[in-house]
């Protein structure tokens, strides 16, 4: 048994390698499964990026409406909002954004 494992020395460690090498490259820390995890997680956090750099535009816009110079208009939008505050004889509807 010795004598046929010190005869096909050169192919068992090459064998060895590429199974090694094999394995690593498919499911290894920087193989083809990590490289497609770690891609899809890139495209999310970009994603995620473009939302909120749009919700950072939108909240800059708001304030500067209420900072520079105040805008009327925005106020009394905020105040019929948030304290539910309407003029005589009108009709307040509260719509509900469906949540998902």
Do not use: P, Q, W
């Not at 990590?34 to 939108?58: A, F, M, Q, R």
Request: hydrophobic share 40%.
């Amino acid at each position: 048994m010795i004598r046929l494992i010190k005869k096909n020395y050169f192919l068992l460690t090459s064998v060895f390698l590429i199974l090694y090498f094999s394995f690593n490259l498919v499911s290894g820390e920087r193989g083809l499964f990590s490289y497609i995890e770690k891609k899809e997680l890139l495209s999310n956090l970009k994603k995620e990026e473009i939302s909120l750099t749009g919700k950072i535009v939108d909240m800059d816009h708001k304030n500067s409406l209420l900072s520079t110079n105040l805008d009327l208009d925005y106020v009394e939008t905020l105040i019929r909002e948030r304290f539910l505050f309407g003029k005589a004889d009108e009709t307040i509807y509260i719509i509900k954004k469906d949540e998902k």
